[in-house]
């Protein structure tokens, strides 16, 4: 066992006190094993949180401040409604609305076109959960990617997916009045 001056302790506002050495030690072993921005106090069952100020300093070099700058972009990123990634491959770019609700963006840089809300593929017709239900349900049934490829496309008026609906397509969205034949 080994004695440290209690000049030497530091804590949390939680007030559980660990010495210099230890938070050395468990700063950068939870940063390289991908905790991320969710350091926390050593005392068991504690789910306090560290701030940004508290641990970089107990990082023992640059590789490791490297490694943790992204889980803190990541994580602004997630507290910010108005600020989403694009999900389009290898983009870098920020998206920012006025008012998070489920709504077609498109990136100005690689024009993925996505919902604001859930980022998945854009989804006029239905909300964000249950798209997601579907896709899950879907996701390996060819059955169901051919019937939307053959009876689902964009209303050539307000650009809204719309379904075929027996010999005629009907768009439901507001201020568009249209009945077409057949898909363009």
């Known amino acids: 066992m080994q004695f440290v001056w209690k000049e030497n302790l530091l804590s949390l506002a939680c007030q559980h006190q660990f010495c210099c050495s230890c938070w050395e030690q468990h700063c950068p072993v939870l940063v390289n094993d991908g905790v991320g921005v969710g350091v926390s106090c050593m005392a068991q069952d ?22 943790y700058r992204p889980y803190l972009f990541s994580n602004y990123m997630e507290s910010h409604y108005q600020l989403q990634l694009c999900p389009g491959a290898d983009c ?22 996505f919902c604001f809300k859930c980022h998945q593929m854009y989804h ?36 809204i997916c719309i379904e075929k609906n027996e010999a005629a397509i009907i768009c439901d969205a507001p201020n568009v009045n249209t009945t077409s034949g057949g898909f363009v």
């Open 46 to 67: 504690c789910p306090l949180c560290t701030l940004e100020d508290f641990v970089v300093p107990f990082f023992p070099n640059e590789e490791v401040k490297d490694k």
């Open 124 to 159: 006029a017709s239905t909300d964000c959960t249950t798209i997601r239900k579907w896709l899950t349900k879907f996701a390996d049934d060819s059955e169901m990617a051919k019937y939307i490829s053959v009876h689902i496309k964009d209303c050539p008026n307000c650009n």
């Open 92 to 113: 870098p770019m920020v998206i920012r609305i006025q008012e998070l609700r489920a709504r077609q963006v498109q990136c100005n840089r690689c024009n993925e076109v």
